[in-house]
């Protein structure tokens, strides 16, 4: 069986417990880390991961199967958006922002994104509208 590759962003409590969670599964693999920050370089290595600064780095070299967005609150928009971008589906760590999105805000895609954390699981689903089109929109929450 394959495993699906997935990247962390963000090394900080909760990101290294995600890292902890894809370790110790049978279906995925830890791909890489992307952090600026110090915490970065010591959860790669332990890892035996390609780490790398931005999400915009990671793009360039590589295209996981999935990426958990566990950064500070106020870049989960940016994040988020820029993985819709490319494609890539993304789980973000709750809040899904700090403030309402622009409706002007465009993504290449129209894609689901579970908001919230492995550890409290909840089914919250937002539709990030594609192309401009509208604001993010709460689809459904079980
Ligand atoms: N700590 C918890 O128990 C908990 C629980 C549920 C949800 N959350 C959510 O998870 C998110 C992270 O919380 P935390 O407690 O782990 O914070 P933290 O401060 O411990 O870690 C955040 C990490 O993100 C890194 N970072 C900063 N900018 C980045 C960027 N552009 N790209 C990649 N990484 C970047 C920082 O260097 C740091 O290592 C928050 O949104 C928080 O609301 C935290």
């Avoid at 973000?92 to 403030?99: F, M, N």
């Avoid at 002007?104 to 492995?118: E, F, I, R, Y």
């Avoid at 937002?126 to 929450?141: C, D, E, I, K």
């Amino acid at each position: 069986m394959n495993k699906v590759r997935i990247a962390v962003a963000g090394a900080g409590l909760i990101g290294k417990r995600h890292v902890e969670e894809i370790d110790a599964s049978d279906s995925a693999v830890l791909a890489s880390i992307v952090d600026p920050g110090p915490a970065g370089p010591e959860l790669a290595e332990k890892y035996g991961v390609p780490l790398y600064p931005s999400l915009t780095e990671l793009f360039s070299k590589d295209k996981p199967d999935g990426i958990i967005l566990a950064t500070p609150n106020q870049m989960h928009v940016d994040g988020g958006l820029e993985c819709v971008a490319a494609g890539v589906p993304v789980i973000v760590e709750k809040p899904i922002g700090v403030s309402p999105v622009d409706p002007s805000t465009s993504a290449s895609s129209s894609v689901t994104v579970p908001v919230g954390s492995s550890l409290t699981p909840r089914s919250l689903q937002f539709n990030v509208s594609a192309r401009g089109s509208g604001p993010l929109m709460l689809a459904s929450v079980q």
